[in-house]
């Protein structure tokens, strides 16, 4: 039962370039969404998709696009990279479109910028 | 708005002592709180939630949480740490209906010295 899967796990970037983080959930999920941690701020919340053929802008969008290409995936694009956007990036999903319930997670996906 | 404020960054405890760490949230309307936790490398995995039925909530590997809406708190606790405990806690706040963000505090880092 694989949950939640991410790729890449790790990636290194130069300042410009474009990439594209896949995530995709076997759970039959309604929801999915993509946060970025970085130390002493927590998660927070980039893109999220209450369901299919949804999309909505959380805390932190700018320089992030994202996709839901079915129910079971959601990508996150960076089309220009930034030294900024270095940071542990997770999907997750959840099941309840009120999100009452528990957050299943990815295990991350390492950026670097240089 | 929601937010959620964890207090101390890091938690240092003897093994066999008792874990307390400490959560108050921010919320518009009565909450949904939840407390995750993050082994290294790993992505973050519910503990337990409150979800507006009993106030003490119990989850796993022995830990709980009290929610006291007189103090807007949520604190975890756990009567004897053991090493495996090692990890970091994160606390976090969702309007529930209507609401698809979950908000995240900062985290805490618990240490658990033998």
């Known amino acids: 039962n694989a949950g939640v899967t991410q790729t890449p796990k790790f990636q290194v970037l130069k300042t410009g370039q474009s990439m594209t983080l896949q995530c995709a959930q076997d759970m039959n999920h309604n929801s999915m969404y993509w946060y970025r941690q970085d130390p002493g701020m927590g998660l927070r919340l980039i893109y999220y998709s209450a369901s299919e053929g949804t999309t909505d802008k959380g805390e932190v969008p700018n320089g992030y696009n994202v996709s839901r290409l079915n129910k079971r995936e959601f990508s996150l694009r960076l089309e220009s990279a930034a030294p900024s956007q270095t940071s542990v990036y997770f999907c997750?999903?959840?099941?309840?479109?009120?999100?009452?319930?528990?957050?299943?997670f990815g295990e991350g996906s390492r950026l670097t910028v240089l | 708005a929601q937010s959620v404020t964890q207090l101390g960054s890091h938690v240092s405890v003897s093994e066999g002592a008792l874990v307390l760490l400490r959560c108050n949230y921010s919320s518009s309307v009565p909450p949904y709180l939840f407390w995750y936790v993050q082994y290294p490398n790993q992505g973050l995995q519910l503990l337990l939630k409150y979800t507006s039925a009993a106030t003490l909530v119990k989850g796993i590997n022995g830990f709980e949480a009290e929610f006291k809406k007189s103090e807007t708190s949520f604190h975890l606790t756990k009567p004897s740490a053991h090493m495996s405990d090692a990890a970091e806690y994160f606390c976090a706040v969702s309007e529930g209906t209507g609401g698809f963000k979950t908000i995240f505090g900062a985290g805490t880092r618990l240490f658990v010295k033998a």
């Open positions: 997750a999903s959840n099941i309840l479109a009120a999100n009452t319930g528990e957050l299943f």
